[in-house]
């Protein structure tokens, strides 16, 4: 029976319709209904206005062979296909987006997946418990799956008897990334399950106001798979359908949590990044219980897998902000550390390095594309025992200036923030190898030093600007400093300004 008047067929495809970077849609339907699943097609196609092209296919005997079927009429120019079960008819539309952006960004495989929250019990024959896992490392696998082209039709090379594409693709040895996936990506196999999806329905994000005009008989979706194709994945231009989201690298603590901060209080979904989750947590909960929506992200910018799967794991992206970075000692060259210079140079150069280039793609699909990278006025003017700290900084510039020449033409604005001396809580305890007097002497009798919430107002400001203004660079110091060796140390006279 239909789901809300609507065959499962018709709701998978509202889904896979409504996903902007899907080009190409293959139904592979059993041969007896192949009509039907036309009709559908056709119908949803008028429904939504799209102008994607949707070929409907007869099937195999398995599911592998249909699959095969289907990828036999793929065009020779897609290089990246989904793989959906119209069983999963309520799949929403940001599940699709993560799939896709994981795989342009370099994931071979990509599943979507949940948490399992049931105790699970491995059983022999004879059904005697032999073992329980550990449900803290199990995922309920969900589709869209999401391959490059040429992987997935490998692994059916090699063999197509498997419960799910993803499988056929680890026995070749490759690995395959989950990212989050959605409890409303339930499979609709049981008069239970229907119910189910129709309480569901009305939070599906690709339905429509209006009554459907689809009337075709129900078809069964075990029998229905549909491949998606992306011919190019990270030139696909798409409008905001939802709240834009923030990345911020960095965000546990200082300056990157009152960045997650300002952005939320902006209306930005946030992704607070960084590698300790004890405080990605505390910033996140803070932002919950002032209204706003964020979720934390452990990443590490040294780690390039880590890079991966963490933007693999994102389903857009309109702003990133490269914060993560820091300094390491205040030696003079001839007695400099190699591996602390090596270590600042990893996070702050390389570190936004390798995560502009993994977010790239999403934000070539965003209306509001920006990306801000926090370096320093150390990067511009260098100062006795700074030597590796005004290195890495520079580099930082350097990659901002660099990406705006490249990006020239494009919608993309790359803004590089400077501070001065701002006043954190770990700044220069860190950079002073956790000698607390040392790191308060630091700022000792200076008069109002900037504090996080200082950098993140101006972050704010040049995000909020319009599109087409970029601000290049944006220093900030405190009144009391004039350059990096140059600080006022002792009362002003402010007035009664604040």
Not at 49 to 70: F, N
Not at 160 to 172: I, K, M, Q, Y
Not at 268 to 273: K, L
Request: aromatic share 2%; charged share 25%; with cysteine.
């Amino acid at each position: 029976m239909p789901l809300a008047g609507v065959p499962l067929l018709g709701h998978a495809l509202r889904g896979a319709l409504s996903c902007p970077a899907v080009s190409e849609v293959v139904v592979v339907a059993p041969v007896a209904h192949r009509g039907d699943a036309e009709a559908v097609a056709d119908d949803v196609c008028r429904e939504l206005g799209s102008a994607t092209s949707v070929t409907v296919v007869p099937g195999g005997a398995e599911r592998g062979d249909s699959v095969a079927a289907g990828l036999a009429v793929l065009g020779d120019d897609v290089e990246i296909v989904l793989v959906h079960d119209a069983a999963r008819c309520l799949t929403p539309v940001a599940v699709f987006d993560r799939v896709v952006a994981a795989v342009a960004a370099g994931a071979v495989a990509v599943v979507p997946g949940t948490p399992v929250v049931d105790t699970i019990k491995q059983v022999d024959e004879s059904g005697f418990v032999v073992g329980t896992p550990d449900r803290a490392a199990l995922r309920a696998v969900q589709t869209p799956q999401g391959f490059r082209r040429d992987v997935l039709e490998r692994a059916h090379a090699v063999s197509s008897a498997a419960t799910d594409d993803a499988g056929l693709v680890e026995r070749l040895g490759e690995r395959v990334l989950v990212v989050e996936g959605d409890p409303r990506a339930l499979k609709v196999t049981t008069p239970a399950d229907l119910e189910t999806a129709a309480r569901l329905l009305p939070l599906h994000p690709s339905e429509v106001s209006r009554p459907s005009k689809v009337t075709a008989e129900y078809l069964d979706p075990v029998e229905l798979p549909i491949l998606g194709s992306v011919t190019d994945a990270t030139t696909e231009q798409t409008a905001d359908r939802t709240r834009p989201l923030a990345l911020v690298t960095g965000g546990g603590t200082g300056i990157g949590a009152a960045i997650a901060r300002r952005l939320s209080r902006d209306g930005f979904d946030v992704v607070v990044a960084g590698r300790r989750k004890d405080k990605l947590d505390e910033v996140v909960a803070g932002i919950e219980r002032s209204g706003g929506t964020a979720r934390a992200l452990v990443m590490d910018v040294t780690d390039p897998e880590s890079v991966t799967t963490g933007i693999g794991s994102l389903g857009r992206c309109d702003v990133v902000v490269n914060n993560a970075g820091g300094a390491l000692g205040v030696t003079r060259v001839e007695d400099g550390d190699p591996e602390e210079w090596e270590r600042m140079y990893a996070t702050n150069v390389v570190g936004t390095l390798r995560v502009t280039q993994a977010v790239l793609p999403l934000l070539r699909r965003s209306a509001r594309a920006t990306v801000v990278d926090i370096s320093s006025i150390a990067g511009e003017r260098v100062y006795e025992g700074g030597g590796g700290y005004v290195a890495a900084k520079h580099g930082t510039s350097v990659v901002s200036e660099t990406l705006r020449l490249e990006l020239n033409g494009e919608n993309i604005r790359v803004v590089d923030i400077r501070p001065g001396m701002v006043r954190t809580e770990e700044f220069s305890l860190t950079r002073l190898h956790g000698d607390q007097a040392a790191a308060d002497r630091v700022y000792d009798n200076v008069d109002r030093p900037l504090v996080a919430d200082d950098v993140a107002e101006c972050v704010g400001f040049v995000v909020g600007l319009p599109q087409h203004v970029n601000i290049d660079t944006m220093v900030i110091k405190p009144v009391a400093q004039a350059a990096p060796h140059k600080i006022h140390r002792g009362p002003i006279d402010w007035k009664d300004a604040r």
